[in-house]
Nanobody, 120 residues
């Protein structure tokens, strides 16, 4: 069983930055693909960014060039650096881990979520 604990959410004005963190209860390097999803009110959950077990990253088109996903394996921690935030980035952000090589839309483990609110 993997427990994921997110932190770093909050409120920011448009154009600002936030960094989300997700600490796993187990060693994740080369064992789990990991990433971030988000869900805005009235919308379906969507994938934002991911790292596969080989360290390759991928991003949703809506965040490319603004968000960066990274991990510190020594700390079992996944990060999401979010720059140039827009009001449409407002959502609950969830960390996820998957035993599959690539993060799927139904990962094995979820964090509890952290709220990000961007005001115009």
């Amino acid at each position: 069983q993997v427990q994921l604990v997110e932190s770093g959410g909050g409120s920011v004005q448009a154009g600002g930055s936030l960094r989300l963190s997700c600490t796993a209860s187990v060693y994740t390097d080369n064992r789990y693909s990991m990433g971030w999803f988000r869900q805005a009110p009235g919308k379906e959950r969507e994938g934002v960014a991911a790292i596969d077990i080989n360290g390759r990253t991928s991003y949703a088109d809506s965040v490319k060039g603004r968000f960066t996903v990274s991990q510190d394996n020594a700390k079992n921690t996944l990060y999401l650096q979010m720059n140039s935030l827009k009001p449409e980035d407002t959502a609950i952000y969830y960390c996820a881990a998957d035993r599959k090589r690539i993060l799927t839309i139904s990962p094995d483990y979820w964090g509890q979520g952290t709220q990000v609110t961007v005001s115009s």
